[in-house]
């Protein structure tokens, strides 16, 4: 056995010639060799073999008939222990029968040359050879891409659902319950986003012993960054304290007055920095 390591691992150019005849190794090579190959040599498929788990070459050429173990038994070999790898399997004969060609493809062989060789028929053979193997090689490298763009895409995926769990619950805290009663007033609301959050929300506040206030908010958007948006509406429109709420003005005699809709929907544009609101807030009274 004799080897001439490549510069680089992934140097598509290596071959690994396979034949119990020395002399016949000894031409194949020397023509590989004045085409620009890299090339490794086994007397038998048990030798080749051992060279293959070491690290496979991109190219094995191999004699049919040898002793031991014949090139399509050395193919089924190949295949079996390397079913993922770039590896192109040449079969060296002068066998034309369809059947052996059958043969030797079932065994998985990638193609023929024909013996007596002719340098011309060997370095057709390679060319073509070569360029699948470029294009394999293009193949796997796209397919890795893939898997790392889609391990990307899930992380954040993950780091979304995360997100989105959070600014739920955070919103949740301004839902209120489905049923509520205080003074006379009996108020039934219900909340249900397609998705874990949504730009809606409904509310009341407590105006007087006589009188609430309701109010629908409708950000246009979905996902984080409207439900965090009606979120902050809802921080302004605090139906436990008056001072929280930019629905009350603070007069100077210590009393809280009641902003009409229009006014509040100013209020919530100037503290907000809000685009126009509609005024949809109303009072009910009894």
């Known amino acids: 056995m004799s080897t001439e390591p490549g510069n680089q691992a992934n140097n598509l150019k290596r071959v690994l010639v396979v034949d119990d005849s020395k002399s016949q190794r000894i031409t194949l090579s020397a023509l590989l060799k004045k085409s620009g190959y890299e090339v490794l040599t086994a007397e ?5 073999l051992e ?19 014949s090139g399509p038994e050395l193919c089924q070999q190949i295949r079996q222990h390397f079913p993922d790898g770039n590896i192109y399997l040449i079969l060296l004969t002068s066998k034309t029968d ?21 340098k011309e028929e060997l370095d057709a053979r390679m060319v073509a050879g070569l360029r699948i193997l470029k294009l394999q090689q293009n193949l796997l490298a796209r397919n890795d891409q893939l898997d790392r763009t889609h391990k990307q895409l899930s992380n954040i995926h993950e780091k979304l659902e ?11 805290v301004y839902i209120p319950p489905e049923f509520h009663e ?8 219900i909340y249900k986003p397609c998705t874990y959050i ?13 009188e609430i ?13 409207a439900a965090l948006k009606t979120v902050t509406l809802a921080q302004s429109l605090n139906p436990y304290e008056k001072q929280a709420n930019l629905a009350f003005e603070p007069m100077p005699n210590g009393t809280m007055r009641t902003r009409e809709p229009h006014e509040l929907m100013a209020s919530l544009r100037s503290a907000l920095i809000l685009p126009t609101i509609e005024p949809a807030t109303k009072t009910c009274s009894s």
């Open 44 to 48: 038998d498929g048990f030798q080749a």
């Open 51 to 69: 060279i293959v788990k070491q690290g496979p070459p991109p190219f094995i050429i191999s004699d049919w008939i040898m002793p031991g173990m």
């Open 98 to 118: 369809k059947a052996d060609v059958s043969a030797g493809l079932h065994a998985g062989a990638d193609d023929f040359l024909s013996k007596p060789l002719h």
């Open 162 to 172: 995360d997100d989105l769990k959070a600014a739920a619950k955070l919103q949740q």
């Open 182 to 189: 205080f003074q006379q007033w009996e108020i039934a609301t």
């Open 198 to 210: 949504g730009g809606d929300l409904v509310g009341y506040f407590p105006i007087s012993d006589n």
């Open 213 to 225: 206030g309701i109010y629908s908010i409708d950000v246009a958007g979905h996902g984080v960054s």
